[in-house]
């Protein structure tokens, strides 16, 4: 089956259908993405990142939430 075919489809889905597929769709995009977050952690990716803002943190360069 195609995108096209997946997209037309969708179109006659009825609106609980359709929420009931944004809501898998959206779970099943969470977990990809933790994943990666976790394997990309794990790998040092983010050490930079984490480093440069303890950093700014430290010499004051940081703004308080409301």
């Known amino acids: 089956m195609s995108v096209n075919e997946i997209k037309k489809a969708i179109e006659h889905l009825s609106v609980e259908e359709r929420l ?17 977050m976790k394997r990309d952690a794990a790998a040092g990716k983010f050490d930079k990142l984490i480093k440069e803002s303890e950093t700014e943190y430290r010499e004051g360069h940081t703004k308080k939430f409301p």
């Open 20 to 36: 009931e597929l944004m809501q898998w769709l959206n779970q099943s995009g969470d977990d990809d993405w933790d994943r990666q």
